[in-house]
Every structure is written in structure tokens, then in C-alpha cells.
């Protein structure tokens, strides 16, 4: 399938009586850019209809790409006409067919009113605890304030490179000294890897263990401001505006607390520790790298595709599963795996 293109226009496409602009999201659309192909400009009802269910979170961050029906952009001259040929002119029974719809058209009225996207976000936390839990799991897509002032809203800004200029020298100073002096003896060497890739296991135990049960703690609608706003820094805001590729990886300076934290008791129980911290770090990297990638690129190798779907799933559609963000394996013990369907074609994303 071709990429599908937008013009000057945007890329306006129709579903049931309203019109949507795209083409800001074609390029982030977890279902693929390719499946949208031929869309601009038309009418997609038949096709949005035909395709897999939408959960309720896509319909709900699908309002945010809704254009005023006064808009210049919204064709006049040409309805329908694209979708017409490519779904062999089926939408003529659009109408008849709308009773088989699959996707929550009725969703609930938009939550946005309850809080102020013009202002800081992190003071509003307080004022929504009662609908915060499914407030923050209705994504949408528009700029986020966390602070007032301007020098703390910068330290809430991580592109995305400053992760590995930080961690790498971290990674390299904590395994140096033990490879240094284990250098001309093979078995100690072999020992020192061993250390390392099993701080490398850990981390992805901890990616599990803090994704599910800190950072999608259990929130109530009698939960304290306190643990809301905790909740919206460390990931909810996350979940609440998923293509902010400002507010994806980790900062350095909260994760290097967050790891000292773990580590010093952790330390005592571990031969060669300061291996086994430098595999961790390691593990930790290549998973908020990927995570990033995740989001924001364009994979061909099927495993990346796959964990891209389902990380989108868990975004989307199973926020309750799918924890792992580098691999499976743990969502596979503890049986909170997300099963894709098998798809006849390969999802593209630019
Ligand atoms: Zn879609
Ligand atoms: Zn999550
Ligand atoms: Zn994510």
C-alpha cells in the first residue's frame, strides 16, 4: 500500500456527519498510516466500520481532530467519491449498516471542560480526584502544561538523546572497574558478563513490577489529591497525552534518585553489585529507547512491529495488561499478556 499523502488542505476525511483533519495524527494512528490510504477527502464511515472495533479511548482521541463543518477545508464539490472506489462502492449501504456499527459513536461528552488545558495541569489534579482514574485514561492530543512558571516547566521537558548522553558514562563507569581487574582471567570474565546480564533480567523485572503496580497504582475516586498528582507526574500524564514526545522518556535527574533508592538496599544481597547496577542501567536504557521508538518510529522487523502494537494496546484498548514495554516475558508470567490479531498485511508508519 502506498503512504497515504495529505495536502495543503490537511487531510480532511468524514465519518458519519462530522469531518476530521488527520494529518496531523496519520503518522501516530496505532492502526497503521498504510490502512488510511486513499481516505483523504472522503467519506471513511463503510471502512472505519469494516475495520476492527475501536476502543472507546480511540474514539475519544478521535474528537480531537474534529473540524468546525464551517471549516474552508472540508470539500463541498467532491463527497464520498475516493472511499466510493475504494471500498467498490459499498457505502451506499452505509446507511442500513450503521445498527452494526462496533464503535462507541454514543460515547460519553468529552471530559475536557473539567479542567483548563491554558493553564498548569499538575495545581488541576487536585480539583478532578473523583473522575481523575478515567479522566487520565481518555487520551488526547494537544499541548500539556505541568507548571506555571517557566523554569520549573522546562525541567519537566526530556528530549529524548538525553538518556543515553546521561546513562552511558554511568553504565561504563559502574562495569569498568570489575571487567578492568577481571580482564586476564576468563572464568572471572565470564563471571563479571553473567553479573551483568542478570542486572540486565532485573531490569526488566523492575520495568514489569514499577509499570503495573506503581506506576498504574489503584486509584479510587475517594483517592487524595496528593496521590493523583503523583500518579499524573510519574505516568499518567503519559496515558493522558501519549504523543508528547517531550514528556516520553525518563528524566535523568528523578531516575538517578529513583536507582540509588533501589540500589543501596539492593546492594547488600548482591555479590559484584555495582555490575549488576551497570547491567540494570543498561536494560533500563535500551527499554526507554525503545519505548520512544516505540511511539514515534517506523519499524519493518515483525518483533519491533509487534511490540509496537502492543504497547499501543495497552495505551488504548487494555490498560489493565500488556505492562512489558521491551518484551513480553514478564506480562507472560504473570498472565497479563495482550494477544494481537494476526494481521494479512504489514502496518507502516510513514
Ligand atoms: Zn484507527
Ligand atoms: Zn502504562
Ligand atoms: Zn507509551
Given at each position: 500500500m502506498d503512504t497515504p499523502k495529505g495536502s495543503d488542505a490537511g487531510f480532511i476525511v468524514k465519518y458519519r456527519q462530522e469531518y476530521y483533519d488527520l494529518s496531523e495524527f496519520m503518522h501516530k494512528h496505532p492502526g497503521g498510516?498504510?490502512?488510511?490510504?486513499?481516505l483523504n477527502q472522503a467519506d471513511m464511515t463503510a471502512r472505519f466500520m469494516k475495520a476492527p472495533p475501536h476502543s472507546d479511548a480511540a474514539m475519544y482521541l478521535m474528537k480531537e481532530y474534529k473540524v468546525k463543518?464551517?471549516?474552508?477545508?472540508?470539500?463541498?464539490?467532491?463527497?464520498r467519491h475516493q472511499a466510493r472506489r475504494i471500498d467498490n462502492g459499498q457505502d451506499s449501504q452505509e446507511r442500513s449498516n450503521e445498527s452494526e456499527?462496533?464503535?462507541?459513536?454514543?460515547?460519553?461528552?468529552?471530559?475536557?471542560?473539567?479542567?483548563?488545558?491554558?493553564?498548569?495541569?499538575l495545581p488541576q489534579i487536585a480539583n478532578i480526584t473523583k473522575c481523575y482514574d478515567e479522566w487520565v485514561h481518555k487520551p488526547v492530543d494537544r499541548p500539556l502544561r505541568l507548571f506555571g512558571p517557566w523554569y520549573l516547566e522546562m525541567l519537566t521537558k526530556t528530549p529524548w538523546w538525553l538518556v543515553p548522553i546521561f546513562w552511558i558514562p554511568v553504565i561504563i563507569r559502574f562495569a569498568w572497574e570489575d571487567i578492568h581487574t577481571s580482564w586476564n582471567d576468563k572464568s572471572q570474565l565470564a563471571c563479571v558478563t553473567g553479573y551483568f546480564l542478570f542486572g540486565v533480567l532485573l531490569w526488566t523485572f523492575l520495568e514489569y513490577t514499577l509499570h503495573r503496580w506503581v506506576f498504574h497504582i489503584k486509584l479510587k475516586c475517594n483517592s487524595g489529591p496528593w496521590i493523583c498528582t503523583f500518579h499524573f507526574m510519574i505516568h499518567g500524564l503519559h496515558h493522558k497525552v501519549p504523543f508528547d514526545p517531550m514528556r516520553l522518556v525518563f528524566p535523568p535527574l528523578p531516575g538517578a534518585i529513583l536507582a540509588t533508592l533501589i540500589y543501596y538496599p539492593l546492594s547488600y544481597f548482591l555479590i559484584q553489585p555495582r555490575v549488576v547496577l551497570s547491567g540494570a542501567l543498561a536494560g533500563y536504557l535500551c527499554y526507554d529507547m525503545m519505548h520512544y521508538y516505540l511511539h514515534y518510529g517506523n519499524p519493518s522487523f515483525r518483533h519491533i512491529v509487534h511490540m509496537k502494537r502492543y504497547h499501543y494496546q495497552h495505551h488504548f484498548?487494555?490498560?489493565?495488561?500488556?505492562?512489558?514495554?521491551?518484551?513480553?516475558l514478564w506480562d507472560v508470567v504473570f498472565k497479563t499478556r495482550i494477544h494481537l490479531r494476526k494481521l494479512k498485511y504489514q502496518l507502516r508508519w510513514s
Open positions: 498510516i498504510n490502512t488510511l490510504n486513499g463543518s464551517e471549516d474552508p477545508r472540508i470539500p463541498m464539490t467532491k463527497p456499527d462496533k464503535n462507541n459513536n454514543q460515547l460519553d461528552e468529552s471530559m475536557e471542560h473539567l479542567v483548563d488545558w491554558s493553564k498548569a495541569m484498548t487494555h490498560q489493565d495488561l500488556g505492562y512489558g514495554i521491551s518484551s513480553p
